[in-house]
């Protein structure tokens, strides 16, 4: 048994009494003073009653400030450094983090679902419980300013890896990628060995235009407004909770170099590719793009066509998914979309954008892009 105690004097005697610790506090001296590997031993032993084993897996006691958050996970995070990476140096490899790269408004979270699911459905043991944007500070329970977004990946691909499941997250390309390749922020990556593949949207200006609507780009590029009134609006990406007012919020496109823009970003897929092949991410990156995996919801002839390119995402992330258990997660879905609608609906400055799109100078493959 251990006691903790403190000694403090009192006028002229000395009094010993209890000292209050915290769980984290608890959990956290037990980790620095090597009597158990990691908080999961601890929260084990004096026993929680968690609900689910998801909730178990992710679970972080009540911290009282930043700075006991920030102690409690430095110390996991220097027990993960020692003793359990070394107990399984040589199984490391073999259950590697699973990323899904793609930019926002490109259909990630309906892509990164469906592959979960899909995962799932073959009896892969993935992680579950957590926000898929982990590369964001704000949407990672474990950053913390010390650890960085490396540290913290760190810390949930050892819980993950301990309870032999696969840590599945997307990531973003400018969360990885800078202009020298990987971010330092994020090398701690290379020692995971993640697996990755890359989707993006096809249709640039579909990404565009919601980007502009959800306010995820600067201001130069574009104005979300009101779809009546064509005023400023700050509905932004909240347009996606609010059900049909959603659709009261159109994107109005800056139109100077807009077939430019747009031709650029359709080559970014590619580099992105050669930059985390480069970088030793992922090599070889295993593509699609949300067009091919999502036309079924609408063209009941192309379902053979999107299990095929899932099976394919899911082999690059080191499973063989059957026939079988993709068409049984995507049949269901099929024909419950209508096809994509007319960039009127979108966009308020159509006629303006339309324009631009047939000016000599853009391609024709830019002019493709928008639905009349």
């Known amino acids: ?192 060995h993640p697996r990755v593949v890359l989707a993006w949207r096809a249709n640039e200006l579909d990404t565009m235009v919601c980007q502009v609507r959800d306010c995820f780009l600067a201001s130069g590029k ?18 996606r909770k609010e059900g049909a007012a959603g659709k009261h919020n159109k994107a109005r496109l800056n139109v100077v170099r807009l077939a430019m823009r747009l031709r650029a970003a359709s080559q970014r897929p590619q580099h992105w590719a050669h930059a985390l092949e480069n970088a030793g991410i992922g090599a070889p990156i295993v593509n699609a793009t949300y067009e091919q995996l999502a036309e079924f919801e609408h063209e009941a002839s192309a379902l053979p066509h999107a299990i095929a390119n899932f099976r394919r995402l899911t082999a690059a992330l080191g499973f063989d998914v059957s026939l079988e258990a993709a068409q049984e997660v995507l049949a269901p879905l099929t024909g419950t979309r209508h096809p994509p609608p007319s960039h009127r609906t979108t966009i308020f400055n159509f006629d303006e954008v339309q324009a631009a799109l047939a000016q000599p100078g853009a391609h024709g493959s830019e002019h493709a892009l928008l639905r009349p």
């Open 222 to 239: 574009g104005a979300s407004v009101d779809a009546v009134t064509g005023e400023r609006t700050d509905l932004c990406f909240a347009r």
């Open 1 to 192: 048994p251990i006691v903790f105690g403190a000694r403090s004097t009192h006028r002229d005697h000395t009094v010993n009494r209890p000292l209050q610790l915290s769980s984290a506090m608890l959990a956290t001296v037990l980790l620095i003073a090597g009597i158990v590997a990691e908080p999961r031993g601890y929260i084990a032993a004096v026993g929680t009653g968690l609900a689910s084993e998801a909730e178990g897996l992710w679970h972080l006691p009540h911290f009282r400030s930043p700075l006991e958050k920030a102690a409690y996970l430095q110390a996991e995070h220097a027990a993960v450094l020692t003793r359990p990476l070394k107990r399984a140096a040589r199984r490391w490899p073999e259950i590697r983090p699973a990323i899904l790269v793609m930019t926002g408004c490109s259909g990630s979270t309906w892509i990164s679902r469906m592959l979960r699911l899909m995962l799932l459905k073959a009896g892969v043991r993935v992680t579950r419980g957590h926000k898929n944007e982990l590369m964001h500070p704000e949407k990672n329970p474990f950053y913390t300013p010390g650890l960085g977004i490396g540290g913290a990946l760190t810390l949930m691909q050892a819980r993950a890896y301990d309870a032999n499941q696969t840590l599945f997250f997307k990531a973003e390309p400018n969360h990885l990628l800078g202009p020298q390749g990987l971010k330092p922020s994020v090398a701690a990556l290379l020692a995971m």
